[in-house]
Protein backbone atom coordinates (compact mmCIF):
# COMPACT_ATOMS: atom_id res chain seq x y z
CA UNK A 1 0.00 0.00 0.00
CA UNK A 2 1.77 3.34 -1.12
CA UNK A 3 1.69 5.92 1.35
CA UNK A 4 1.93 9.86 0.89
CA UNK A 5 2.24 11.81 3.92
CA UNK A 6 3.15 15.90 3.55
CA UNK A 7 4.48 18.13 6.82
CA UNK A 8 5.71 21.34 7.29
CA UNK A 9 3.01 23.85 6.66
CA UNK A 10 2.04 26.32 9.11
CA UNK A 11 0.74 30.22 9.79
CA UNK A 12 3.84 32.30 8.74
CA UNK A 13 3.97 36.23 8.16
CA UNK A 14 4.84 37.12 4.51
CA UNK A 15 8.37 37.57 3.65
CA UNK A 16 9.30 34.05 6.11
CA UNK A 17 9.97 30.97 4.67
CA UNK A 18 8.91 27.20 5.19
CA UNK A 19 10.24 23.59 3.81
CA UNK A 20 7.36 21.60 3.27
CA UNK A 21 8.48 17.94 3.44
CA UNK A 22 6.85 14.54 1.74
CA UNK A 23 7.53 11.01 2.41
CA UNK A 24 6.75 8.21 0.54
CA UNK A 25 6.50 4.17 1.17
CA UNK A 26 5.21 1.56 -0.33
CA UNK A 27 6.55 2.18 -3.85
CA UNK A 28 10.40 2.29 -4.90
CA UNK A 29 10.97 6.22 -4.18
CA UNK A 30 13.94 6.42 -7.04
CA UNK A 31 12.08 5.17 -9.72
CA UNK A 32 8.76 7.53 -9.58
CA UNK A 33 8.33 10.88 -10.44
CA UNK A 34 7.37 13.62 -7.67
CA UNK A 35 5.40 16.94 -7.50
CA UNK A 36 4.15 19.35 -5.27
CA UNK A 37 0.72 21.18 -6.23
CA UNK A 38 -1.94 23.56 -4.53
CA UNK A 39 -5.76 24.30 -3.85
CA UNK A 40 -6.52 27.84 -2.81
CA UNK A 41 -10.48 27.44 -2.47
CA UNK A 42 -12.44 27.82 -5.61
CA UNK A 43 -9.50 27.16 -7.75
CA UNK A 44 -8.32 23.92 -9.40
CA UNK A 45 -5.37 21.85 -7.81
CA UNK A 46 -2.06 23.19 -9.87
CA UNK A 47 1.06 21.73 -9.86
CA UNK A 48 3.56 24.26 -8.92
CA UNK A 49 7.11 21.93 -8.85
CA UNK A 50 7.79 18.68 -9.81
CA UNK A 51 10.87 16.82 -10.09
CA UNK A 52 11.73 13.67 -11.96
CA UNK A 53 12.94 9.85 -11.02
CA UNK A 54 16.04 11.57 -12.63
CA UNK A 55 16.10 14.42 -10.94
CA UNK A 56 14.29 17.06 -13.83
CA UNK A 57 13.30 19.90 -12.09
CA UNK A 58 9.88 22.16 -13.12
CA UNK A 59 8.83 25.30 -11.40
CA UNK A 60 5.32 27.02 -12.14
CA UNK A 61 6.45 30.24 -12.89
CA UNK A 62 5.07 32.76 -10.32
CA UNK A 63 7.00 30.46 -7.94
CA UNK A 64 10.59 30.67 -9.87
CA UNK A 65 13.57 31.97 -7.40
CA UNK A 66 11.28 31.10 -4.44
CA UNK A 67 10.62 27.84 -4.81
CA UNK A 68 13.40 24.94 -4.70
CA UNK A 69 12.56 21.29 -5.12
CA UNK A 70 14.43 18.74 -3.85
CA UNK A 71 14.39 14.77 -3.30
CA UNK A 72 16.73 12.50 -0.74
CA UNK A 73 15.80 9.03 -2.09
CA UNK A 74 17.45 7.73 0.86
CA UNK A 75 15.05 9.08 2.71
CA UNK A 76 12.41 8.70 0.37
CA UNK A 77 11.21 12.28 1.06
CA UNK A 78 10.73 15.19 -1.26
CA UNK A 79 11.24 18.47 -0.27
CA UNK A 80 9.86 22.02 -0.71
CA UNK A 81 11.62 24.89 0.31
CA UNK A 82 9.48 27.76 0.39
CA UNK A 83 11.90 31.45 0.64
CA UNK A 84 10.19 35.14 0.93
CA UNK A 85 6.30 33.97 1.22
CA UNK A 86 3.91 36.27 -0.29
CA UNK A 87 0.32 36.01 1.07
CA UNK A 88 -0.94 34.51 -2.38
CA UNK A 89 1.07 31.56 -1.65
CA UNK A 90 -1.59 30.27 0.67
CA UNK A 91 -3.12 27.31 -0.02
CA UNK A 92 -3.29 23.38 0.99
CA UNK A 93 -0.01 21.78 -0.22
CA UNK A 94 -0.53 18.26 -2.01
CA UNK A 95 2.45 15.92 -2.71
CA UNK A 96 1.97 13.32 -5.18
CA UNK A 97 3.50 10.50 -6.60
CA UNK A 98 3.74 9.25 -10.24
CA UNK A 99 1.87 5.96 -10.50
CA UNK A 100 3.90 4.99 -13.14
CA UNK A 101 8.40 4.63 -12.74
CA UNK A 102 10.87 6.05 -14.80
CA UNK A 103 8.56 8.31 -17.38
CA UNK A 104 10.77 10.17 -19.52
CA UNK A 105 8.26 12.06 -21.25
CA UNK A 106 7.30 14.32 -18.64
CA UNK A 107 8.22 15.53 -15.16
CA UNK A 108 5.11 15.92 -13.19
CA UNK A 109 3.19 12.84 -11.91
CA UNK A 110 -0.16 12.66 -14.21
CA UNK A 111 -2.72 14.20 -11.62
CA UNK A 112 -5.42 11.39 -12.62
CA UNK A 113 -3.26 8.38 -11.68
CA UNK A 114 -1.15 9.88 -8.92
CA UNK A 115 -0.66 8.80 -5.23
CA UNK A 116 -1.88 11.64 -3.26
CA UNK A 117 -1.15 13.19 0.27
CA UNK A 118 -3.84 14.51 2.28
CA UNK A 119 -2.15 17.49 2.06
CA UNK A 120 -0.79 20.15 4.29
CA UNK A 121 -2.14 24.11 4.73
CA UNK A 122 0.16 27.15 4.45
CA UNK A 123 -1.57 30.11 5.45
CA UNK A 124 0.47 33.83 4.86
CA UNK A 125 -0.33 36.64 6.87
CA UNK A 126 0.43 40.15 5.31
Known amino acids: QVQVVESGGGLVQAGASLRLSCTVS????????MGWYRQIPGTERAAVSC???????TYLESVKGRFTISRDNEKNTVYLQIDNLEPEDSAVYYC????????????????????WGQGTQVTVSS
Open 51 to 57: ISWSGRS
Open 96 to 115: AASRDKRVLYTVCPSPDSAY
Open 26 to 33: GLPFDAHS
